[in-house]
């Protein structure tokens, strides 16, 4: 969880607090921007059924056991590609590694504004990239191409979607994070055979 009890989830903003508190465009900051970004999002995704799902979204990719799961599931149910599988599985939790370290070394902290709803706890405070959506973006691809099914990339833009909803990442974040598994997950896949078709 974040040091010092961060992780205590934080209440409602206060009625009249809003992205119109911000000052005038010209005046904005990167960070501004982002915080906007992320209010807006809140704002647009505040239905029970769309809080719901990020939330199960946001637990299954905690430390990326979900990915990784799914993986190893692939590598018992297919014990004639299970090298391949492993090797999927391996890109995943690499790129969940790599999120981890270049966290440590950019140590940019996730959205602190009162305004944005906090509805996770998180084991660290640095934010950049999203360590989730590294490892769903590395298995959407390798397990794809395992799959021969395009289907697992949708997962991508919903996880993205999901830790912003949650309040613990800027959409920035997602991004670069999205964009490592991406990498991780098309290095992976070029040494993995499609699912022969029937």
Do not use: N
Not at 62 to 90: F, N, Q, S, V
Not at 167 to 173: L, Q
């Amino acid at each position: 969880m974040r040091p010092g009890g961060d992780a205590q989830l934080r209440s409602e903003p206060a009625p009249g607090q809003g992205v119109t508190s911000f000052p005038p465009a010209r005046g904005r900051t990167c960070a501004d921007r982002e915080t906007a970004a992320v209010l807006r999002i809140q704002s647009l995704a505040s239905s029970r059924p769309v809080l719901g799902s990020a939330l199960v979204l946001s637990g299954a990719g905690e430390h990326a056991w979900g990915p990784i799961a799914l993986g190893l599931a692939g590598a018992l149910l297919d014990p004639g590609r299970r090298h391949a599988w492993l090797r999927a599985t391996a890109a995943v939790a690499g790129a969940h590694a790599v999120s981890v370290v270049l966290k440590r070394l950019v140590r940019r902290r996730r959205p602190a504004d009162p305004r944005v709803r906090v509805l996770v706890g998180t084991p660290g405070r640095w934010g950049f990239p999203s360590s989730h959506a590294a490892s769903t973006a590395a298995a959407a691809v390798a397990y794809g191409r395992l799959l021969g099914l395009r289907a697992p990339l949708a997962a991508v833009p919903a996880m993205m979607a999901s830790r912003v909803i949650v309040g613990v990442h800027y959409p920035s974040d997602v991004a670069a994070g999205a964009a490592i598994g991406m990498a991780m997950g098309r290095w992976a896949a070029g040494g993995l055979p499609r699912r022969a078709r029937p």
